[in-house]
């Protein structure tokens, strides 16, 4: 049997009382204390967990050991808190087996930080997610906020709570939480009025007042100092260790994430902030006529801020409590309060306000965690009550919290003492019986509903008449004086008739933990829990919804004549009911033990926990675990569970299921003292066997893991083989299709194509013969087009073409000659004759009708030229016309004399009185006068003579004398001779036989031969009566006849003397040269 880690190893002490040898008071405190002092807190009795409280942190709830003790076996690891979690989380979700974790211990012994270490754990292992995790936060979160409302510093402890708790936390089948459920027990209200010494109130009141901002704080009208509020006690008001303003920040923060709304979180305050006013307000007396005190309220300030505060009337709350009102069936009666009176109905209310907050916090915490779904839930209880305790003044609250713990001890007893030897009796089992104190009897004492103490007390509240709290000590004195656990001054049992620690007003009461007195005040009051309907009225009546929410029952409508049930009994139903939940589920106890009564760290009392240990029965619970068997179960689960051991019982055993399980446990070869048969049950005597046959499971799911594994590996590869099998065959089929498919169409393509051809070859050949005939056709047709065109063409012809071109061609001609000329006429030269400018022709076709324009224009400028001519100056033209007709490129002189103007009478002959006398001897008018040289015509030299001509005559005269030489009358002159050179000679030659041919003809040379031959030539022409002209000869040589001899003139071009005149000379009789220079350019 082999475990790999046990508590066994390294162990301090031991581990498991259970293994503690020799087993005594003393070992088991000296074992407590071993491992105490080396800080192991935590030690087993069997599967119970006793827990020391260390009284300072240790580093033993990390992350790291929540890992460490997850999944693991429970007896694996050292002692550890953890390890109880786990195996009741792990039974819960494994085994479906609904789990409560009862804590207990006396006040200060741990049990609010255990249900926290569980509350913890189950939330770090069990499963994640974002739903998950809120759910998580906020049943975590619930924590601070019912702590900040429900605990408070008491002398045992500082953080003690003052209410019972009980949480259902619900998972679902895989082991996530969904939500939770709490029920809150009897909150010790009478702490909101009144704290004994050494004690505080409530931690919320001190929260608020270091914590809130001063905003918040002037909203609630409150102030920071304690010391202003009745209901604070002032000598304890800061606790060592406890911040309070951090813890405030921290409530709210908790509140929020829990699902408070900000006007919720506000109407809290608010109300707390109203309690803390309350207990401000004072009440005096004030006499009547009757000789009665009422009383008035004494300042009316903190009332006013009360009731501002909450919303509620003033008058109302300030009358109801000077008054009270008594309905009894149809009576109404008011009657007035005394000032005790008042502080009652003060604090009364004050307890209901605060009492009726704190359930009201519960019921909306439960909203916000509650499960969302209605499936069936798994559940694990954590029971955190307050622990047993006992004061100097112990009251009611005591009492219920002490009748609590005895209930709670008593299941203990009954789960873990009574209950298990029973089983073995009824089982079948040898045992020796092991005696252990059962509180049963007490708790009768105090529960039975004929005699107990609450029934004593119910009666009495219920009873008419005068009731006090005397009268019920008187009832119990004769009820319960035989009681062995009930002891009184004045009851009949005469043995406490001395016994001065037990004082006249108080009853003590042997619980299992030891001996409490109560003093019976206040009992009464407590158990009816009276509130003056008044009271309640003017709350319902207030502007604040959640006010009016505590107080349903000042509803006016809703009058209730039935007393309300009474704390005690409302106490003992729902812890009854608590009981029996408890018994439905599977218990894990975690036993809390102080170490001592100074919250010191360190110390170990030895009296005290030894007080504990007897108390709690812890020394029963190891000799029965000793002499019991640590494990049974019914032999079918058992059966069901270890079937897998042996082959026998594998998979299916047959027979009955306790032969099944002897047949496994032989095979195991178990040793038999280790386990026994009991009627329905084995019982395994040692954890060890246990764990063996846990590890043989493990070990064999583990083979069975593998097998199903190997198997369903096995299966999942050949259904995949088959599938692939299956697969490739379809492929296959697919593929060969494809591929047959392929090669159809690559030989129908291939068919395609060599039809294509043939088909574009056959078709080819039909289009060219088609093509063919189509061309012959179109040759036809065009042939028979242009022969049809040339037809009608020929035709047409002379109606179209030939005239329409004629006509654009005459147009066109137009068009250019109309341009032309408008062009011309824009571009005409200046009107002088002499301009030689002329457009440029544009086209070379109007070539001569460009030159004819021209000219026709010269001729008409010309013309418009002469016309403004005088008849003088137009003879004078005349004149150099006929020059021009005579001489022009006949006589090189000519062109000289183009310049000079005809003058004619040189000599001004009728002027110069020198030729007077010549003048006179012409009749006509002299036309010319000029003076020439007459050539000798023996030597060619000249001689001057006067040259006159008239329109009939030429007349020589002697150009000194003026003497007439020669007349000549021009019908004898037959021509004139002159030389194509540039020399002045001319012969005039006569005709022969006239008069004046005697002489012969005449050689002369004139300056103005042009003139004188022109002006000859005219006068001749004019004169001749034959109309003959005068013959003009122009040659180089001509004969003139000298009296009998024809001489020859001839002209030569030579340089003469007499540098550009010409010379003549006689070269012989028949030949007179003259030389001419040659005309210079
Ligand atoms: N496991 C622990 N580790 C460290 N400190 C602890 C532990 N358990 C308890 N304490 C200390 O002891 C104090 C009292 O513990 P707790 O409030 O749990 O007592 P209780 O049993 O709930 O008392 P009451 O019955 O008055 O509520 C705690 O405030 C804390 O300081
Ligand atoms: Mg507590």
């Known amino acids: 049997m082999e475990v790999k880690t046990s508590l066994l190893d390294n162990m301090i002490g031991v581990g498991d009382m259970v293994l503690l040898e020799p087993l005594s008071e003393d070992s088991f405190l000296e074992n407590l204390k071993k491992r105490f002092d080396h800080n192991e807190i935590y030690t087993y009795i069997g599967s119970v967990v006793i827990s020391m409280n260390p009284y300072r942190s240790l580093p033993i709830y990390s992350p790291e050991k929540v890992e460490e003790y997850r999944n693991r076996n429970f007896y694996e690891l050292s002692p550890h808190i953890y390890a109880l979690a786990d195996e009741a989380y792990r039974s819960l979700r494994d085994q479906d087996k609904d789990q409560c974790i009862l804590i207990t211990g006396e006040s200060g012994a741990g049990k609010t930080e255990a249900s926290k270490l569980v509350m913890s754990y189950v939330a770090a292992v069990c499963g994640k997610g974002q739903e998950v995790n809120k759910v998580k936060e906020q049943l975590l979160q619930s924590n601070p906020v019912l702590e900040a409302f429900g605990n408070a510093k008491t002398v045992r402890n500082d953080n003690s709570s003052r209410f019972g708790k009980y949480m259902d936390i619900e998972f679902d089948f895989k082991g996530d939480p969904l939500g939770g459920v709490i029920s809150n027990y009897l909150l010790e209200k009478s702490r909101v009025v009144k704290q004994p010494r050494g004690e505080r109130n409530f931690h919320i009141f001190y929260q608020l007042l270091s914590g809130a901002s001063d905003d918040t704080l002037k909203k609630l009208k409150l102030y920071r100092d304690f010391s202003k509020y009745n209901y604070l006690s002032l000598d304890s008001a800061v606790v060592n260790g406890l911040d309070d303003a951090t813890s405030f920040r921290t409530v709210k923060n908790a509140m929020q994430i829990v699902g408070f709304m900000e006007d919720e979180i506000r109407s809290v305050l608010e109300l707390v902030a109203a309690v803390l006013k309350l207990g401000n307000i004072e009440f005096k007396p004030e006499s009547r006529c009757n000789d009665t005190d009422e009383s008035r309220v004494r300042d009316k300030n903190d009332l006013k801020e009360m009731c501002e505060l909450l919303g509620i009337e003033q008058t109302v709350l300030e009358r109801a409590f000077s008054y009270r009102t008594v309905e009894a069936k149809l009576e109404k009666v008011s009657t007035t309060l005394n000032v005790a009176q008042a502080y009652y109905a003060r604090d009364a209310l004050a307890k209901n306000l605060y009492s009726r907050l704190f359930s009201w916090l519960v019921t909306r915490i439960n909203e916000s965690i509650k499960a969302q779904t209605k499936s069936r839930h798994k559940v694990m209880g954590v029971l955190d009550i307050y622990g047993f305790e006992i004061f100097e003044d112990n009251s009611f609250e005591q009492f219920i919290i002490n009748y609590c713990n005895e209930k709670l001890q008593q299941i203990f007893i009954e789960l873990t003492l009574r209950e298990e030897q029973e089983e073995y009796i009824r089982e079948g089992i040898e045992w020796t019986n092991i005696e252990y104190f059962n509180n049963a009897v007490i708790c009768d004492l105090i529960e039975n509903n004929q005699n107990g103490i609450m029934a004593m007390l119910d009666e009495e509240c219920l009873r008419p008449g005068t009731v006090t709290d005397e009268t019920f000590l008187d009832k119990l004195n004769t009820v319960c004086a035989e009681h062995q656990h009930f002891e009184s001054r004045l009851s009949k049992n005469s043995k406490f008739l001395n016994d001065h620690s037990l004082p006249h007003s108080c009853f003590r009461i042997q619980h299992y933990a030891g001996k409490v007195l109560y ?10 829990d009276l509130l003056y309907r008044d009271l309640s009225q003017a709350m319902f009546k207030a502007n604040h919804s959640l006010i009016k929410e505590l107080f349903p029952e000042g509803n006016p409508s809703k009058v209730n004549l039935k007393r309300p049930p009474t704390a005690g009994y409302q106490f003992k139903s729902s812890v009854g009911t608590l009981m029996k939940n408890l018994q439905t589920k599977n218990p894990n106890y975690i036993r809390c033990i102080k170490p001592n009564d100074k919250k010191a760290a360190h110390i170990f009392t030895p009296s005290l926990v030894c007080h504990q240990v007897r108390y709690l029965g812890l020394m029963e619970n190891v000799r029965v675990r000793r002499a019991g068997y640590a494990f049974r179960q019914p032999y079918g689960p058992c059966l069901e569970r270890y079937k897998m051991l042996c082959k026998r019982t594998w998979p299916h055993w047959r027979g009955p299921a306790r032969e099944g399980v002897e047949v496994l446990m032989a095979d195991l070869q178990v040793p038999t003292e280790e386990f026994s048969y ?26 069975l893991a593998t097998l199903i594994q190997k198997i369903y590996r096995g299966w999942k590869c050949r259904t995949h083989f088959l599938l692939m099998k299956k697969s490739q065959v379809v492929v296959a089929a697919w593929y060969r299709r494809y591929a047959q498919q392929k090669k159809y169409q690559r030989i129908k393509s291939a068919t395609t194509v060599v039809q294509s ?51 654009i061609y005459n147009f066109t001609i137009q068009r250019i000659m109309q341009k032309y000329f408008l062009g011309v006429k824009r571009g005409l030269p200046c009107m002088s004759p002499v301009d030689k400018n002329w457009p440029a022709r544009p086209y070379r076709f109007l070539d001569a009708a460009h030159a004819q324009l021209r000219s026709i224009f010269h001729l008409w400028r010309c013309k418009k030229y002469r016309s403004q001519f005088s008849e003088e100056r137009k003879a004078v033209y005349q004149e150099k016309l006929e020059a021009s007709e005579l001489f022009k490129d006949k006589k090189s002189l000519y062109p000289s004399s183009v310049s000079q103007p ?89 005709k022969e036989g006239s008069a004046s041919a005697v002489k012969g003809d005449f050689l002369l040379s004139s300056e103005h031969l042009i003139e004188t031959i022109t002006k000859l030539h005219h006068i001749g022409s004019t004169a001749s009566d034959d109309g003959e002209q005068l013959d003009i000869n122009i040659s180089d040589e001509f004969l003139v006849q000298f009296k009998q001899d024809k001489v020859c003139v001839k002209f030569i071009q030579a340089a003469t003397k007499n540098g550009n005149s010409a010379s003549c000379k006689r070269k012989n009789n028949r030949l007179l040269e003259v030389s001419v220079p040659a005309a210079t350019a």
Not at 679 to 702: A, M, V
């Open 519 to 528: 003093c019976v005040e206040g009992f009464v009051d407590k158990n009816n």
């Open 678 to 703: 009991g009627r329905s049950k084995i019982f395994i005597r040692n954890p060890r066997t246990l764990f063996f046959l846990e590890e043989r499971r493990r070990q064999c799911l583990q083979d």
């Open 757 to 807: 051809y043939a088909r574009g070859w056959q078709a080819r050949k039909l289009l060219r013969e088609l093509k063919h005939q189509k061309r012959c056709e179109e040759a036809v047709t065009t042939i028979a087009a242009y022969w049809h065109g040339t037809q009608v063409r020929r035709e047409y012809r002379k109606f179209f073409r030939a005239n329409a071109g004629k006509k």
């Open 902 to 990: 005809f003058k004619g009478d040189y000599l001004e002959i009728s002027k110069n009185p020198k030729y007077q006398k010549l003048s006179n001897c012409v009749e006509e008018k002299v036309l010319l006068a000029d003076v020439v040289n007459k050539i000798n015509r023996a030597n060619g030299k000249g001689t001057s003579r006067i040259l006159l001509l008239t329109k009939k005559n030429v007349v020589l005269a002697d150009q000194k004398t003026g003497q007439v030489k020669a007349s000549v009358a021009l019908p004898d002159l037959i021509s004139v001779s002159v030389s194509t050179q540039n020399d002045g000679f001319f012969a005039l030659k006569l």
